[in-house]
Structures are given as structure tokens and as C-alpha cells.
């Protein structure tokens, strides 16, 4: 049998459990992306003690309605790893152009970048045309 992890003072670790959930419900709203995708590529991209495909019970993904996922880790996971995965899958789907991943404690959030329609009426004259130097 093997022995227990203790600390330094002689008591057991305790376990570890992190909940992210990924919130895609403005690109789904607008049929830009799908969300099963994206589970299937965390699913499959996610290492766990340095080997990809290795989930097993530690790190379980499910897709929670039609714009949410949500990852349960029973491990030491960073949400910095879960946004660059992210940001990689829109990446690879050419959707990294408009959309970005924001993220606070435990929930990231894809959204369009804003886009503010600026006044370039310093390019023109008054009359429309041109400047000429």
C-alpha cells in the first residue's frame, strides 16, 4: 500500500477541486462559433501530468446549455492554461481576428472585439476630395 503525501506539519493534503466555465454566448447567439467543437478540442488538447488524453476522473468537461462549458478539475489547474487553449481554437478557425477571450477568476468569456467607428474626416477637405500637397 502506498504511503500518504503529508506536508511539513504531518497533515494529509487536502484535495484540490477548480471550477472553470467557459461563456460563449455572444459568437453562439450569432452562429460564429460552436461550442461542441470547442469541448471536443479541450477535450482533446487538455494535458494532464504532461501527456494529452490523460483526463480520466481528475479533469471532467461538459457542455452546460448551448453556450456554456464547464471544466471540474480535481488537480492543480490554471485558468491562464484554459485561455491559451481557447485562444488556440480560435486561432485555428480563423475566428482570433473578432473574437477575444476575457478572463476574471473563474470564468472566461468569448467576445467580439469593440469596434468604434471612427470620424477620418481629417483625410478629407470640407468638400469630400483629396488633399494635395
Excluded: C
Excluded at 51 to 58: A, Q, S
Aim: net charge neutral; hydrophobic share 35%; no cysteine.
Amino acid at each position: 500500500m502506498a504511503p500518504i503525501k503529508t506536508t511539513k506539519g504531518g497533515k494529509k493534503k487536502e484535495k484540490v477541486t477548480h471550477k472553470f466555465v467557459i461563456d460563449a454566448s455572444q459568437p453562439v447567439s450569432d452562429m460564429i462559433l460552436d461550442v461542441a467543437e470547442l469541448e471536443k478540442f479541450l477535450h482533446d488538447k487538455i494535458k494532464v501530468e504532461g501527456r494529452i488524453g490523460n483526463l480520466g476522473d481528475v479533469v471532467k468537461i461538459s457542455q452546460e446549455g448551448e453556450s456554456k462549458i464547464v471544466i471540474v478539475a480535481h488537480i492543480q489547474f490554471s485558468s491562464r492554461y484554459l485561455k491559451w487553449l481557447t485562444k488556440k481554437f480560435l486561432k485555428k478557425h480563423r475566428l482570433r481576428d473578432w473574437l477575444r477571450v476575457v478572463s476574471s477568476k473563474r470564468v472566461l468569456q468569448i467576445t467580439f472585439y469593440n469596434v468604434e467607428e471612427d470620424d477620418f474626416t481629417g483625410f478629407y477637405d470640407d468638400d469630400g476630395e483629396d488633399e494635395e500637397e
